[in-house]
């Protein structure tokens, strides 16, 4: 099911690329990032062009919930003992420049989006971390205090608060923000080499590249593969449910967000790593919630997100890899990818155009450090765990006890396949390797797609690409 986002707003085709082309700059990935990115170098006087390889915002930009805050959950404590209170400084103002630049260039340009400002609470059962986290954010110059009351509809310890931050409508910022740029839709970057993109409609040459496709697709140099997952999340759009007044989130695993949006509330949560739904339930657990919490409401609409989690959890944002000092990359945004996108659009244009930038060090991709490192080893052994799944174990289902309208891993023939049954038995068996770097693929009933556990690409049940590392469609099996 489409978001509310995408039923509400209608972005103009673009043409896709035909033939050969030179820019400056070229981008790769026409979502908030990639745009906002575009825009700035643009702005800057670069001559720039944007690579997507479907629609405008065709990826996580139109599934987001679409809060603009520095407030992402309870983080600041961590990062001070983590990567120390200068690089957490960084982060936090990184992210608060990006809030304030939101609203500068929504009233400069007067772009009808919805914005408005709310506050951002992280909630929580344990007053005294809240208290501990709302000082740790305070210290860092974060507008935070803690709160003892919420207008939650179930009791709390109370809250982390932070002031003066915001909500849009994101596609409606997307089109003003992407008319002034050259887009090529329906066009995938498929190899890139030095200087050189190859895609599906030819060949560009451009001085600098950004990689701002969700997730990097060019595996060496970089290896963002083996410092990087995802994360998935589902989201039900309510009416007559009571309103929250301010952008809500759980602090905690399994713990649930809230925003309104007009007459909606948007009740998110459900999050699991990518590859690791094999129960499901994730909707039905969002809609016994919203029967409990707001007996009054009626679903409207669900979808569900993913987000890439660095090894760190701070977004990767800057050079490629020192081999490559003409490309640049921003990934790695966690669920914090209105502000995340802003900062690496701020950041890029300063790298590119030569100019200092205050948070650069924080977001660093080659930055390493002893915790950064075990965090990249965790990495790999899930990478390690999703190949040996595929080479040891032998699969439990049997293609005749799939019920109609789902999928699950059989023995065909004598070769061990993915398996999607319709309602009306057919079956459509897809190779079960995932064709990035060879995981097991794993059944997804919720959103009935094939899902990577290692680097966290996407297919949907006849094994059609619907989000990478990946760059192509399954074969059939
Ligand atoms: Fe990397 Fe599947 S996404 S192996």
């Keep these: 099911m489409e978001s509310i986002w995408t039923e509400s707003c209608l972005i103009k085709e673009r043409e896709p690329l035909k033939g050969n ?62 990567v120390g209170k200068s690089k957490a400084r960084q982060y936090a103002m990184a992210n608060e420049a990006a809030v304030e630049t939101y609203r500068r260039l929504i009233a400069e340009e007067n772009i009808d989006c919805s914005f408005k400002e709310r506050s951002a609470f992280v909630y929580g059962n344990d007053g005294k971390e809240l ?49 002034p740029l050259t887009v090529y839709e329906n066009t995938s970057a498929l190899r890139v080499e030095d200087d050189q993109i190859e895609t599906t409609g030819g060949q560009v040459r451009a001085k600098q590249i950004v990689f701002a496709c969700h997730y990097p697709f060019v595996n060496f140099p970089g290896m963002y593969f083996a410092r990087m997952h995802q994360e998935r999340s589902y989201v039900l759009a309510l009416e007559s449910a009571s309103r929250v007044d301010g952008m809500w989130i759980g602090s905690g695993e399994g713990a649930f967000s809230f925003r309104n949006y007009k007459d909606l509330l948007l009740l998110g949560g459900g999050g699991h790593r990518c590859g690791e ?50 490309w640049y990359v921003a990934t790695g945004f966690h669920k914090w990818g209105m502000t995340s ?33 075990t965090g990249i080893a965790a990495e790999g052994g899930q990478a390690v765990k999703g190949l040996a799944k595929e080479l040891f174990q032998i699969p439990a289902e049997r293609a005749a006890e799939i019920p109609g309208g789902h999928g699950g891993v059989v023995l065909l023939h004598g070769e061990k396949v993915g398996v999607y049954k319709t309602e009306d038995g057919r079956l459509y068996p897809v190779d079960i390797r995932c064709p990035h770097l060879g995981c097991q ?12 556990p290692c680097h966290g690409s996407r297919f949907d049940r006849f094994g059609h690409l619907i989000s990478g590392p990946a760059q192509e469609d399954l074969a059939h099996g």
Excluded at 51 to 72: F, P, V, Y
Excluded at 307 to 313: E, K, L, P, R, T
Aim: hydrophobic share 40%; charged share 25%; with cysteine.
């Design 131 to 179: 208290e501990a986290e709302a000082e740790a954010a305070s210290s860092l110059g974060l507008p935070a205090s803690f709160v003892r009351e919420t207008a939650l509809p179930f009791p709390t310890a109370g809250a982390v608060r932070f002031a003066h931050q915001a909500q849009f409508h994101p596609l409606q910022f997307i089109d003003h923000i992407a008319r």
């Design 21 to 82: 082309i030179e820019a400056e700059i070229a981008v790769i990935g026409a979502g908030l990032a990639g745009l906002l990115a575009a825009s700035a170098l643009q702005k800057a006087g670069r001559r720039t062009i944007v690579l997507e390889a479907n629609r405008i915002a065709s990826g996580q930009t139109r599934n987001t919930t679409a809060k603009i805050t520095s407030q992402h959950g309870m983080i600041y404590r961590r990062l001070i003992d983590t």
């Design 341 to 373: 996108a802003m900062a690496s659009a701020m950041l890029l244009r300063d790298l590119i155009c030569g100019r200092e930038n205050p948070y650069a060090d924080v977001f660093a991709p080659d930055r390493f450090d002893a915790k950064t490192l």
């Design 441 to 452: 693929l794993e059944w997804n009933p919720d959103e009935r797609s094939w899902d990577c």
């Design 277 to 326: 739904n094999r129960a499901g339930g994730k909707y039905e657990l969002l809609r016994k919630m919203a029967k409990s919490w707001f007996p009054d409401s009626r679903e409207i609409a669900h979808w569900s997100a993913q987000d890439c989690v660095s090894a760190d959890g701070i977004p990767y944002i800057g050079r490629y890899a020192e081999s490559r000092p003409n």
